[in-house]
Nanobody, 115 residues
């Protein structure tokens, strides 16, 4: 059984930093990419950052220059370094594993940016 477990969320002041981690377990065939999504209350889930097996990255425009996604392909682990956090970054952040056969999701970790 495949599981994705996120950690690293919490409460941080504006301008602060957090590093999210996503650890996977179980046997996964055909991984295409890993990514981070977020969902704020009253909003749809949106893609924050994504990284392919080859290392190609893409970012939501509003986080470019502030967030960095990285990945350990050997361990199927992904990270999201978030700097210069803003109140509008407040959301539940979900790890996603994009597989050839299906997607997998973590349970989410809350990130709250507030003074």
């Amino acid at each position: 059984q495949v599981q994705l477990v996120e950690s690293g969320g919490g409460l941080v002041q504006p301008g602060g930093s957090l590093r999210l981690s996503c650890v996977t377990s179980g046997s996964i065939f055909g991984i295409v990419a890993m990514g981070w999504y977020r969902q704020a209350p009253g909003h749809q889930r949106e893609l924050v950052a994504r990284i392919t097996n080859g290392g190609t990255t893409q970012y939501l425009d509003s986080v470019k220059g502030r967030f960095t996604i990285s990945r350990d392909n050997g361990k199927n682990t992904a990270f999201l370094q978030m700097n210069s956090l803003k109140p509008e970054d407040t959301a539940v952040y979900y790890c996603n594993l994009d597989g050839i056969l299906r997607d997998y999701w973590g349970q989410g970790t809350q990130v709250t940016v507030s003074s």
